[in-house]
């Protein structure tokens, strides 16, 4: 008997894994029938997690971070109960600019798109550009838009000059003259970007689903590392507006430092580093941690054992 699981994810090339698992069986071989949806933001997935409409989610770890601390841009309905179980991948974002933007330096006194002001990739925003010169509130303001497409779309009609923008459309973007800046791993080091989140409540009551579904999650991420040719291929039957060499490039990047987390597993290193600088830009101003707060990486630990 296959139990049917909900999950709700951004696009983009992280979920790979997901697309192969389902495509090898590998879901209905552990007793899972899952159904996917992409979000719009990162607002409306936590929101729709919190209400039940979905078991899983696919979201900037540092949201449920955000969201446990009060300091998100919107509170949840009822008491905040996520947690992260698994990790999607330590990085994969890159800053971007438009055609017409000269570097860093040409984003003083402009706007830059993120998907929530508070949370998410857009502290990964705030924490590069300081790097390079550039303070928020000070030299920059935002535009909260939503997903990857929206910021996008920000950019090219004018209400940003740049924006944390995910892989491949960092690829994509590029091709259309968009200027690629930095590196979120790069400029970071350890991450950890996307997660595997589900309420605690709902994990605790079907534990032998989702650890069917860490399972079959698992296995597809080694399976992308062990076979870069069946990956491209996967790929390529997957993303629009790469071609020839440019999906062993995506290849390179997802398996890459900063890439798919080596076998689901939360990126223990890059959660501490999350905290870090969600310590810096959150408000309002609180400790963060300690990591057992956000993470349970047990049902991992669990699932894999029972392989």
């Keep these: 008997m296959t139990q049917k699981l909900k999950l709700i994810a951004f696009p983009g090339a992280p979920n790979l894994p997901i697309f192969v698992a389902r495509e090898m069986g590998w879901f209905e071989r552990h007793g899972v029938d899952l159904a996917m949806s992409m979000t719009p933001s990162s607002a409306y997935q936590a929101e729709a997690l919190a209400k039940g409409e979905f078991d899983i989610a696919g979201t900037a770890f540092d949201n449920i971070v955000a969201y446990a601390e009060g300091q998100s841009d919107t509170p949840l309905p009822g008491p905040f109960d996520m947690v992260a179980v698994a990790g999607v991948h330590s990085g994969l974002n890159s800053v971007m600019v438009r055609p017409d933007i000269d570097g860093f330096a040409g984003i003083k006194g402009k706007a830059v798109a993120v998907d929530a002001a508070k949370s998410g990739y857009a502290i990964v925003l705030y924490q590069i550009l300081l790097k390079n010169g550039l303070t928020l509130g000070k030299d920059y303001t935002t535009v909260a838009v939503g997903s990857t497409a ?151 630990q669990r699932a894999l054992a029972g392989k």
């Design 150 to 300: 929206n910021r996008l779309a920000a950019m090219e009609d004018g209400r940003a000059a740049g924006a944390m923008i995910d892989t491949p459309t960092d690829m994509q973007a590029q091709k259309r003259g968009f200027k690629l800046l930095a590196n979120a791993t790069d400029e970071l080091g350890a991450y950890q970007g996307s997660a595997i989140v589900v309420r605690r409540p709902w994990a605790e009551d079907h534990e032998p689903e989702l650890a069917a579904f860490l399972r079959a999650n698992s296995a597809a991420v080694d399976y992308l590392y062990a076979h870069r040719d069946e990956a491209i291929a996967e790929l390529k039957s997957h993303i629009k507006d790469l071609s020839g060499d440019e999906f062993g490039t995506l290849y390179d990047k997802i398996t890459g430092p900063g890439g798919l987390n080596k076998h689901g597993e939360l990126n223990l290193p890059g959660v501490d580093n999350v905290l870090k600088i969600r310590g810096t830009y959150g408000e309002p101003k609180q400790e963060m941690g300690p990591p057992s707060k956000y993470i349970d990486p047990s049902y991992m």
